[in-house]
């Protein structure tokens, strides 16, 4: 069986970094389309970074700031976040498309929360 597991989160003061992991246990033949996606307190869900091959993109809020990365010997993805905001509060979630067993499957990380205090 499956499953992302991420890392704790925790508070941090505006400019501040942070990095975040998320690791994949199971039988996985593959793990290339990744994504992170956050939730702040009264907002919708919103895709922060996302990695699919080589290839990496961004929400605009975060762009620069933000980095996805992939290590597939480990089946782990990061979130490396630098200059972090009051506005970057938010549950952080990963979302991978993961081979496994012959199939592909969609998969939710347990999400963690982090906190930017101004």
């Not at 003061?13 to 996606?37: K, P, V």
Request: net charge positive; hydrophobic share 35%; aromatic share 10%.
């Amino acid at each position: 069986q499956v499953q992302l597991v991420e890392s704790v989160g925790g508070l941090v003061h505006a400019g501040g970094s942070l990095r975040l992991s998320c690791a994949a246990s199971g039988s996985i033949f593959s793990m290339n389309n990744m994504l992170w996606y956050r939730q702040a307190p009264g907002k919708q869900l919103e895709l922060v970074a996302g990695i699919s091959g080589g290839e990496t993109n961004y929400a605009g809020s975060v762009r620069v700031r933000f980095t996805i990365s992939r290590e597939a010997a480990k089946n782990t993805v990061y979130l490396q976040m630098n200059s972090l905001k009051p506005e970057d509060t938010a549950v952080y979630y990963c979302y991978g498309i993961i081979g496994t067993m012959g199939r592909m499957s969609t998969y939710w990380g347990q999400g963690t929360q982090v906190t930017v205090s101004s």
